[in-house]
């Protein structure tokens, strides 16, 4: 604990975003930057708890109060090995990553909490700009062989991991570049592709093996893949979209989140196909339309971001739950997450310029002109006994030249891989495993990440990743794995 009276002496401040206007000119991150001396100062007010709940609220169990710590005595180099002791990717966690070791701080229990996803992201973006992180290449190699499929942040940590346990490692990603959401979901204005292309780049010279546009289970049937690995790793990510099959739903303007999205992506790459991934090869832009944005979550905030900057005349967003409280209930108590009401960025964006987000709202049916989206119509729903019921004469119809679904994912694609694999699934459709060693119900087969355990957080991934890892070495080896164990509470968000 470098200053006992830091949590007294100092406020929680943290980089702002800049203004509306300026960063709605561009896809470029938004957030002002910190001095190395403002950053020490935020790490002094962490108070080094004797039970620090923080750890308890990461998925990865990182060692917060360590580096923080260093952070704040100006040990960077120090805090950096600290942060990659459980974090493959603190660049990634430090700037998507909703921080629920937040709010498990226990500072936070009656003051502004710790403002730990700052010092994370500043440690590792210290650590490349003094050239401090490279490939780390194994010194022997095992002779087994491991298939990743996806190349998301599971499959890319559960590689890396395996790679430096010695073995050869080959991942197999459908799409023409590594990533997963990282690369083509979340946008580039909340995490440059350019940092993710880092990673990948760093993986590949620490002896990762990448195959692009390799869909295992459509290009490439599981026979003939599976014989290649001793061992093969699920990570495809839950890319079954929910869907809203309401009348008008087949009307042309109405898509996918992440048929919109990773176009966007594609064109601040400057690629010349930007509609490369999507199964029509449909074009989708926001310009010069009314768009509204059904989903409230991660995904929708992303859908209201990129179609601002594209240049939507107007953007609504629906969200089917009512209005989240402003301040923890009785029954959230901490050091839970906090159900409570989040503004993002692209959201205040959203506001700015006139639009809203209108809650307990759900859509009854599209309706169009020569086959083109013009309109919807929604409906009130009353959550007071704890299920929706439709208010009567709420209807109301909205016009639109785009309509974005955002409402969430229902698990790994069946078609293709899983049905191929012919490995079980759980009572939510993602892959079933055992507990203790990641194994689906086929030898040598196992999951990580979001085909594994649904819809989650990229911390989440990461944790899924490093731990099905030392689970897979330990099975290829006979013998209990050197990898270290993902320390994971059981109140983890």
């Known amino acids: 604990m470098g200053d006992p009276k830091g949590f007294m002496k100092h406020t929680r401040q943290v980089p702002k975003y800049l203004p ?17 001396e403002q950053v020490q100062t935020q790490a002094s007010r962490c108070m080094d708890c004797g039970v620090p709940f923080c750890m308890t609220g990461c998925p990865l169990g990182n060692l917060i109060p360590d580096w923080n710590d260093l952070v704040f005595r100006g040990r960077w180099r120090e805090a950096l090995a600290a942060l990659h002791a459980t974090n493959n990717f603190p660049e990634f966690t430090g700037r998507v990553c909703p921080a629920p070791c937040e709010n498990s701080c226990v500072l936070g229990i009656n003051e502004p909490p ?19 992180i490279k490939p780390e290449r194994p010194h022997t190699r095992s002779g087994k062989t491991v298939g990743v499929i996806g190349s998301g942040p599971a499959g890319l940590a559960c590689a890396q991991q395996l790679n430096r346990a010695g073995h050869q490692v080959t991942v197999y990603e459908k799409s023409d570049r590594a990533g997963g959401l990282m690369m083509y979901g979340i946008p580039h204005y909340k995490l440059r592709k350019e940092k993710v292309q880092r990673r990948v780049d760093l993986l590949a010279a620490e002896g990762v093996e990448f195959q692009f546009n390799c869909h295992v289970g459509v290009t490439i049937a599981w026979d003939a893949l599976k014989g290649r690995h001793d061992a093969v790793v699920i990570a495809t990510g839950a890319e079954l979209p929910r869907d809203l099959p309401v009348e008008g739903r087949d009307l042309d303007g109405v898509h996918y989140a992440m048929e919109f999205l990773p176009q966007s992506n594609r064109r601040n790459w400057g690629d010349e196909d930007l509609a490369f991934l999507h199964p029509k090869k449909q074009l989708i832009d926001a310009a010069h339309k009314k768009v509204i944005v059904i989903g409230g979550g991660d995904t929708g905030s992303d859908c209201i971001g990129t179609s601002l900057r594209q240049g939507a005349v107007s953007v609504t967003n629906f969200e089917l739950l009512p209005e ?28 700015t310029k ?102 989650s957080l990229v911390v989440w991934a990461i944790s899924e990743g490093r731990e099905v890892a030392r689970c897979v070495d330990s099975w290829l080896m006979k013998q209990e794995s050197l990898l270290p164990k993902v320390r994971i509470e059981a109140f983890a968000y």
């Open 20 to 36: 509306v206007d300026q960063r709605l000119a561009n896809h470029e991150e938004h957030i002002e930057e910190f001095s190395e």
């Open 114 to 132: 710790v403002a730990i996803k700052l010092h994370e992201v500043s440690i590792v973006d210290k650590g490349f700009a003094m050239g401090w």
């Open 324 to 351: 989240p409280p402003g301040a923890r209930t009785y029954g959230n108590p901490w050091p839970q997450w906090a159900r409570i009401k989040r503004i993002s960025s692209s959201v205040e964006e959203m506001t």
């Open 354 to 455: 006139g639009g809203d987000v209108l809650y307990s709202v759900a859509t009854k049916r599209f309706t169009g002109e020569n086959g083109k989206v013009t309109g919807l119509t929604t409906v009130k729903l009353d959550w007071s006994s704890g299920k929706p019921t439709e208010v009567a004469g709420s209807e109301e119809t909205f016009g639109c030249d785009l309509v974005l679904l955002a409402m969430g994912f229902l698990g790994p694609r069946k078609l293709g891989i899983v049905e191929q694999i012919g490995c079980a699934l759980d009572p939510r459709g993602n892959i079933q495993t055992d507990a203790e060693t990641r194994m689906s119900t086929v030898p040598g087969v196992f999951a990580a990440g979001d085909a594994r355990r649904g819809q």
